[in-house]
């Protein structure tokens, strides 16, 4: 992602003229989240209710970005955490209330 030979450290106490905030923007994030839920009455004073949540419903990977901006660094400007989200989860849930 960063070519590391078109960065050189200066030396001590040697001020250099490359920018003081390297502005390096990761892939953007898509992530879908969604829950559903029905509630239902069984009799007069019982209710139940059914809940379900999906985290990154369509399973979408998101590309982390560089390892490390120290310039001495062997990964410097590498992408070495390839996924930078979780995968797909999901959960379920019942309820009855009486």
């Known amino acids: ?19 003081r905030v ?7 994030n898509l992530n879908e989240n969604v829950s559903l839920s029905k509630k239902f009455g069984i009799g007069e004073h019982v209710n139940a209710e059914l ?4 985290f990154n419903l369509f399973n979408r ?9 120290v310039l001495t660094d062997p990964n ?10 979780t995968q797909r989860q999901g959960q379920a849930q019942f309820q009855v209330n009486f």
Request: aromatic residues 14%; charged residues 5%; hydrophobic residues 50%.
């Open 22 to 28: 390297l502005d390096v923007r990761a892939p953007w």
């Open 51 to 54: 809940r379900m949540s999906y």
């Open 61 to 69: 990977v998101v590309f982390g970005g560089p390892a490390s901006y």
């Open 76 to 85: 410097f400007g590498l992408v070495v955490n390839s996924q930078a989200n």
């Open 1 to 19: 992602m960063l070519n590391a030979a078109a960065f050189t450290n200066p030396g001590l106490w040697v001020l250099g003229t490359a920018q």
